[in-house]
């Protein structure tokens, strides 16, 4: 959160209770808010406003951060609940025709590694069980 939007915070806390901003006020509580979110102070100032009359500390803000945190949470997980989904566009997750081109070629068999046809496979394999066949028929016993 930055200083305006503490000033804000502060001028939103003054409409209920009247209370006098000035320059030095808004440094001081940015100083001890100022690490907060400003959408979560302004629901930690929301939350303080409808559970205590106490006059508005910085210190309030902080202490109801985790409340208003879970209440921010809960909120948009029903706004997510009640939102269609979205439709996904393929053209968003196409690969690009410079990369297909070179997976299809990383893809690519050569004639070496090209599975044969099944009878030339076949043809292969007899003849080399008929030169396997010849060698042993031709080995000394």
Same mark, same amino acid.
């Given at each position: 959160?930055? =200083?305006?939007?503490?000033?804000?915070? !502060?001028?939103? $806390?003054? !409409?209920?209770?009247?209370? *006098? *901003?000035?320059?030095? @006020?808004?440094?001081?509580?940015?100083?001890? *808010?100022?690490? !907060?979110?400003?959408?979560?102070?302004?629901?930690?100032?929301?939350?303080?406003?409808?559970?205590?009359?106490?006059?508005?500390?910085? $210190?309030?803000?902080? $202490?109801?951060?985790?409340?208003?945190?879970?209440?921010?949470? !809960?909120?948009?997980? =029903?706004?997510?609940? @009640?939102?269609? $989904?979205?439709?996904?566009?393929?053209?968003?997750?196409? @690969?690009p025709?410079? *990369?297909?081109s070179?997976?299809?070629?990383?893809?690519?068999?050569?004639?070496?590694?090209k599975? =044969?046809?099944?009878?030339?496979?076949?043809?292969?394999?007899?003849?080399?069980?008929?030169? @396997?066949?010849?060698?042993?028929?031709?080995?000394?016993?």
């Amino acid at each position: 959160m930055n =200083k305006g939007d503490t000033a804000r915070l !502060l001028s939103k $806390a003054a !409409l209920v209770d009247n209370r *006098i *901003i000035s320059p030095e @006020i808004v440094e001081a509580w940015h100083e001890i *808010i100022g690490h !907060l979110d400003y959408h979560l102070a302004m629901e930690a100032l929301r939350i303080h406003r409808t559970t205590s009359d106490a006059y508005l500390q910085p $210190a309030h803000i902080i $202490a109801n951060t985790r409340r208003a945190r879970e209440h921010l949470e !809960l909120a948009d997980r =029903k706004q997510r609940a @009640i939102e269609p $989904a979205k439709r996904l566009n393929p053209d968003d997750y196409r @690969i690009p025709a410079r *990369i297909r081109s070179s997976l299809a070629k990383l893809w690519e068999r050569s004639d070496d590694t090209k599975p =044969k046809p099944v009878a030339k496979h076949e043809q292969e394999r007899r003849r080399q069980l008929g030169a @396997i066949r010849e060698r042993i028929q031709n080995t000394p016993d």
